[in-house]
């Protein structure tokens, strides 16, 4: 998409890009699996000390702890992580001993965690896919999808992630993950930035940043236009569901889950009503 044609922006398509998308509408441009964006990515995945594409080292060590007892994950289980971006969960799984299976579309996390994680902890095994796409029968003990991931898929889209989880779970297996609630704060902002480069090109771009909020299903929307010199535009929308506990709660009864246990995140934090994210601890029912 072009928006500048013959010398002329044309206002019309900008108007259009900055204007509030249909929910869940779709990005224009890939996204996660971009040879550029995936490279910035998988430097914030990798940086110890920041909350971006993946939480921090800290926290990461201390969920995969908590996962780990919670499950009683050791040598002899199966689990399956989605959305695992350059494994950095899969690893601390591995040590356990089970054998883990980490899926992600990212090229680059693949890339990255065949030739870092596989090497060093043989129990694992890293599949290039989209999570959708999944066909395994009764197989795991344990699935996991971490950092919020379930929120950004759409209502149907989670409907069939569920139901593919549900059936690659074996009887009683977990389905361990954490969500974003309706109580996180949202403000409707417009941002504007230009920059010489960054995270979406390393050449010159202007970025407007919109973020929007929906009612039904509660939902904050994302919107990064970003227009390069040339006026080549690419549009990247990211959604988080707004969850509340009774949603979450009756989509997984009516995908055959039970919720053992609420917490506030995936380290095992007390869960209150007006926690702004929760971990959650459910059983293939
Ligand atoms: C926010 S990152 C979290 C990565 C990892 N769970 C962590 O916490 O370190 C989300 C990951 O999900 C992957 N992803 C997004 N949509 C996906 C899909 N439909 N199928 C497979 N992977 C997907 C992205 O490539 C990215 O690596």
Redesign the pocket.
């Known amino acids: 998409m072009r928006i500048i044609n013959d010398n002329k922006i044309n206002l019309d398509l900008l108007r259009k890009s900055i204007t509030k998308p249909e929910i869940f509408e779709k990005s224009t441009d890939k996204f996660?699996?971009d040879e550029y964006v995936?490279e910035q990515?998988l430097r914030f995945?990798l940086n110890p000390d920041i909350e971006a594409?993946?939480?921090t080292k800290e926290t990461?060590e201390t969920e995969a702890d908590f996962i780990i007892k919670s499950t009683a994950m050791s040598e002899g289980k199966a689990v399956l992580?989605?959305?695992?971006?350059?494994?950095?969960?899969v690893k601390e799984f591995a040590k356990t001993g089970a054998m883990v299976t980490g899926?992600?579309?990212?090229d680059r996390?693949i890339d990255y965690a065949n030739n870092n994680i596989k090497l060093e902890y043989r129990n694992t095994l890293f599949i290039k896919?989209?999570?959708?796409?999944i066909n395994f029968k009764e197989f795991f003990d344990i699935a996991?999808?971490?950092?919020?991931?379930f929120c950004?898929?759409n209502t149907n889209?989670q409907n069939i992630l569920l139901a593919k989880i549900h059936t690659a779970l074996k009887d009683n297996g977990f389905f361990i993950f954490d969500i974003v609630t309706e109580n996180k704060g949202t403000s409707i902002s417009t941002n504007i930035s230009v920059c010489e480069e960054g995270f979406w090109s390393p050449k010159p771009y202007v970025e407007i940043l919109n973020t929007y909020l929906y009612e039904v299903p509660k939902t904050e929307g994302l919107q990064y236009v970003i227009i390069d010199e040339d006026g080549l535009t690419r549009i990247i929308r990211i959604y988080h569901r707004l969850f509340s506990l009774t949603e979450i709660t009756e989509m997984l009864n009516e995908n055959g889950f039970k919720v053992e246990k609420i917490y506030k995140n995936l380290k095992g934090e007390a869960f209150s009503r007006d926690s702004e994210t929760y971990g959650i601890i459910a059983r293939k029912a």
């Not at 896919?129 to 796409?133: A, E, F, K, Q, R």
């Not at 996991?144 to 991931?149: E, G, K, M, N, P």
């Open positions: 996660w699996d995936s990515m995945h594409a993946s939480k990461i992580d989605l959305g695992c971006g350059p494994g950095l969960y899926i992600d579309l990212s996390s896919m989209n999570y959708l796409d996991t999808i971490i950092f919020y991931d950004a898929l889209e």
